[in-house]
């Protein structure tokens, strides 16, 4: 469901950038499929004063607004009065369902939509599709233990793990699962990867190393980007005849003057688990961050009673990355700066928890924290979509991009608004939604420092528009 092929986008002009938009918008937000879902999922089954796509409204956009999500501003966004109480009693294991049916039947909807981002749009030349994974925990109510264990110890007996990949060329958030946080990132990197389909690369971090993952990627004809793990052996294959050799990276990179070491086929891992060929891409570190980076390392062996070795202090010094797309899809010298579009990812993260307040309940039964963040997911999912829209059209008039912290900082203000404006009549949910898409054109807009190339300008300048490939 999460997952396929996305076809190229239509470089629209604005206004029609903006009438196709909002128009698909509030096509996907229609009534009457909720209502259905609600009725199969056993969570309606007769009319009463809390109409089901009221209820999943109220808890997207309406919670969105109020300073603290409570029933009671729940029930503000509401067409008939209700009270407290009566909200707090829909709240079971089949609100969790169609709240959960929700979310898959709205990204099933939108999973087309992609907009043209001019400079994201060269990237499509190169691959089909663009992904970023990573994953994200924080604790809930003890009341979840069961559905959610943590990982045990001194920490909270309940925690939550949501996995979510972004798709930086159509500018599409999917989240993927949500998980006991006791799952490990390493257990989830084969299922990404079996998600990815020819052409497509991800990028992600060295916790979702896994021979099996890099072995689907490479049957599909997906390509992988992500740092080297230190604790994995690197093998180089001998010539006919001769046995493979063991690469002591450290060891090389000491003895190096360049800035950058590759080595164009390396293998992952010991025989059994392993992953490869791959290309192995070690970047030399400023003396600056080198010395950060050695001095983080100091301090979290230091934590742990022990102190590090002087390979871990040599390799501190380095980015180290490994992939297996071929040289003539992704560059070598192009590979440090297409891995720091990964950082998106987390401010991805930190939007969600500090505005969306993913992480955040104000109550302790299972099924209400559930279907909250069900409904904060649909939420970031919808979100992100008026995100892409309005960077798309913010390129085109102003030559510059949407802030997806402003944008969402704006729609918080509008939400409540949002929600009792679906239930007026179309005509006049457009107009409204016209006049804050105006709001983001004008109040939203990216800021940056203009001395200083933006990483999208380097991909540019250095690759993408270069007629000739980069070393």
């Known amino acids: 469901m999460l997952h396929g092929f996305y076809p190229a986008a239509v470089c629209y002009y604005?206004?029609?950038?903006?009438?196709?938009?909002?128009?698909?918008?509030?096509?996907?937000?229609?009534?009457?499929?909720?209502?259905?879902?609600?009725?199969?999922?056993?969570?309606?089954?007769r009319k009463g004063k809390i109409d089901p796509f009221e209820f999943l409204s109220s808890l997207t956009f309406g919670q969105m607004s109020a300073s603290r999500p409570t029933l009671s501003s729940q029930a503000q966004s509401l067409a008939e009065p209700v009270t407290r109480?009566?909200?707090?009693?829909?709240?079971?294991?089949?609100?969790?369902?169609?709240?959960?049916?929700?979310?898959?039947?709205?990204?099933?909807?939108?999973?087309?939509?992609?907009p043209a981002h001019p400079q994201a749009e060269q990237?499509?030349?190169?691959?089909?599709?663009?992904?970023?994974?990573?994953?994200?925990s924080f604790d809930c109510p003890d009341s979840l233990k069961e559905i959610f264990p943590s990982c045990g110890g001194d920490g909270s007996p309940a925690n939550i793990k949501v996995l979510?990949?972004?798709?930086?060329?159509?500018?599409?958030?999917?989240?993927?699962?949500?998980?006991?946080g006791k799952r490990s990132d390493q257990g989830q990197a084969l299922k990404a990867a079996e998600r990815l389909l020819k052409d497509q690369l991800q990028l992600h971090d060295k916790g979702f190393h896994d021979a099996k993952a890099w072995q689907a990627a490479q049957q599909r004809g997906a390509y992988l980007l992500m740092p080297l793990t230190h604790s994995v052996s690197l093998w180089m294959a001998g010539a006919a005849n001769e046995k493979e050799e063991e690469l002591d990276l450290a060891a090389a990179l000491e003895a190096s003057v360049d800035n950058r070491v590759q080595w164009p086929e390396i293998y992952l891992g010991k025989k059994g688990h392993r992953a490869g060929p791959v290309r192995l891409v070690a970047f030399r570190l400023s003396p600056e961050s080198a010395a950060r980076h050695r001095q983080g390392l100091r301090e979290s062996m230091r934590t742990q009673g022990r102190t590090p070795s002087a390979k871990a202090l040599q390799l501190a010094g380095w980015l180290l990355l490994v992939t297996n797309a071929p040289a003539q899809k992704l560059p070598s010298s192009m590979m440090s700066y297409l891995y720091r579009l990964?950082?998106?990812?987390?401010?991805?993260?930190?939007?969600?928890?500090?505005?969306?307040?993913?992480?955040?309940?104000?109550?302790?039964?299972?099924?209400?924290?559930?279907?909250?963040?069900?409904?904060?997911?649909?939420?970031?999912v919808l979100l992100f979509l008026w995100h892409a829209h309005a960077?798309?059209?913010?390129?085109?008039?102003?030559?510059?991009?949407?802030?997806?912290?402003?944008?969402?900082?704006?729609?918080?203000?509008?939400?409540?608004?949002?929600?009792?404006?679906?239930?007026?009549?179309?005509?006049?949910?457009?107009?409204?939604?016209?006049?804050?898409?105006?709001?983001?054109l004008l109040n939203a807009r990216k800021g940056r420092q203009k001395s200083r190339p933006t990483t999208w300008e380097n991909l540019v300048d250095l690759w993408l528009n270069s007629n000739s490939i980069p070393a």
């Not at 698909?24 to 089954?45: D, K, N």
């Not at 909200?87 to 992609?114: C, G």
């Not at 159509?170 to 998980?179: Q, T």
């Not at 109550?363 to 904060?376: F, G, H, K, L, T």
């Open 14 to 45: 604005p206004r029609m950038l903006l009438a196709s938009f909002l128009k698909r918008f509030v096509r996907t937000l229609i009534p009457e499929p909720f209502r259905h879902l609600a009725r199969q999922t056993g969570w309606s089954r």
């Open 85 to 114: 109480q009566g909200i707090d009693q829909r709240y079971n294991p089949e609100a969790v369902k169609y709240v959960k049916a929700s979310f898959a039947h709205i990204m099933a909807e939108t999973l087309d939509w992609s």
């Open 123 to 136: 990237l499509r030349a190169h691959f089909n599709a663009l992904y970023l994974l990573d994953s994200t």
């Open 164 to 180: 979510l990949r972004y798709e930086l060329i159509a500018g599409r958030l999917e989240p993927l699962h949500v998980l006991e």
């Open 342 to 380: 990964r950082w998106q990812v987390e401010l991805i993260f930190r939007q969600t928890k500090s505005v969306l307040r993913l992480d955040k309940t104000e109550c302790n039964d299972p099924s209400r924290v559930q279907c909250e963040i069900w409904a904060r997911l649909i939420c970031a």
């Open 391 to 440: 960077s798309a059209e913010c390129i085109l008039r102003h030559q510059c991009e949407v802030s997806f912290e402003k944008l969402i900082r704006l729609m918080q203000h509008w939400g409540l608004t949002i929600a009792r404006a679906f239930l007026s009549e179309p005509r006049e949910l457009l107009q409204l939604l016209r006049t804050i898409w105006k709001q983001i």
